[in-house]
C-alpha cells in the first residue's frame, strides 16, 4: 500500500493566539465543522516551536489568491475573530481527504502534512457458509421466540463442529446474566474426572455461544476464559454490552479470541 494519500484537500490554517485557542476550536467545532469525511483531520495542534496551528476551513473557490493580504475577508467569510489568531499566518495548506488506514500511513501525514486520527477498523468475522447461515438464523430466532415479550436475555452453548453437521443444543439458560450462567452451566456439565473426584471443565473450546441480547462484559469475558469459539447474538446493548464497543472478543491482551455475529449473518 502507497504511503501517500489517494486524494488531498486543500485548507486554511492560521497559528492562534494561545490564550484563545481554546475558544477558536470550541466556536469552529460548532460553527465551522469538517464533516464526517475530514473527521481524521485533528483541528488543532501544538509544534515544535509552541505555535498553536489551527485548522479554519475548507479552502472556498470564493477565497482570495493571496492569503495574507486578504487575510481579513477569509477570517470575516468563517466569522473567526482576528483577535483570537496570528492574523499574518494565515496559510493554504494541503492535507489528506481520506482517513489513514495503516498507522504507518497515520504517522507519515502527521509529519509531512497535517496531524490526522488513526482508527483502526473492527475485522469483520470470516463469512458464514449458506447452511450455517441458515442453522445460526434457526437457533437465534428459537431463542427470540422464547423470550418474546420479555426482556429477559437468554443463552445457548453449541456443540457444532461443521458448517454441515447439525448442531446440537448442550444447555440453554435464560435469565440475568445469561450467557455466563450458560457457560458455567456446560462446564458442569463436561465434568472432568480426576483421581475420582468430579471438577467442571471450564475449558468449551470448539463449542459456540448464542444469546439474544449482546453479552455484557463480564459474560463476554466468560466466553474469552471459556475458549468459546464463536458468539452469535441478535440485539446490541450500546450501555452494557462488552462486544460492539468494548470488543471483549478480540483483545490483544486477553490470550483467547473469538469471532462476535450479529443477526444479519447474510450480509
Ligand atoms: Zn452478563
Not at 488531498?8 to 477558536?24: F, G, M, S, T
Not at 456439565?189 to 475449558?203: A, V
Request: aromatic share 6%; glycine share 4%; net charge neutral.
Amino acid at each position: 500500500m502507497s504511503l501517500e494519500p489517494e486524494r488531498h484537500v486543500e485548507v486554511w490554517v492560521i497559528q492562534a493566539i494561545p490564550r484563545h485557542a481554546e475558544q477558536l476550536l470550541r466556536y469552529l467545532s460548532s460553527s465551522v465543522p469538517l464533516g464526517r469525511e475530514l473527521a481524521h483531520l485533528k483541528r488543532g495542534h501544538r509544534d515544535s516551536t509552541g505555535a498553536v496551528n489551527v485548522l479554519l476551513a475548507l479552502v472556498s473557490a470564493d477565497d482570495p489568491e493571496v492569503p495574507n493580504r486578504n487575510a481579513h475577508a477569509v477570517l470575516e467569510r468563517l466569522g473567526v475573530a482576528r483577535e483570537w489568531v496570528h492574523t499574518a499566518t494565515l496559510r493554504r495548506c494541503v492535507v489528506p481527504a481520506v482517513a489513514p488506514r495503516t498507522g504507518l500511513q497515520s504517522q507519515h501525514w502527521s509529519r509531512t502534512l497535517w496531524p490526522v486520527i488513526y482508527r483502526p477498523e473492527a475485522p469483520e468475522p470470516p463469512i458464514l457458509a449458506e447452511t450455517e447461515v441458515g442453522t445460526a438464523l434457526e437457533l437465534l430466532e428459537r431463542l427470540e421466540h422464547e423470550t418474546q415479550g420479555t426482556d429477559v436475555n437468554a443463552a445457548l452453548v453449541v456443540r457444532w463442529p461443521l458448517p454441515s453437521a447439525p448442531a446440537q443444543v448442550i444447555c440453554s439458560v435464560q435469565g440475568p446474566h445469561a450467557p455466563l450462567r450458560c457457560i458455567d452451566e456446560a462446564s458442569r456439565i463436561f465434568r472432568d474426572r480426576d483421581n475420582g473426584e468430579e471438577h467442571p471443565h471450564y475449558m468449551l473450546t470448539g463449542l459456540d455461544l448464542f444469546t439474544v441480547r449482546e453479552p455484557c462484559v463480564c459474560c463476554a469475558m466468560a466466553a474469552t476464559h471459556s475458549r468459546i469459539r464463536r458468539l452469535f447474538f441478535i440485539h446490541p446493548d450500546a450501555s452494557f454490552g462488552g462486544i460492539l464497543r468494548v470488543g471483549v472478543h478480540r483483545l490483544k491482551a486477553l490470550n483467547h479470541r473469538y469471532e462476535a455475529y450479529q443477526r444479519q449473518l447474510a450480509s
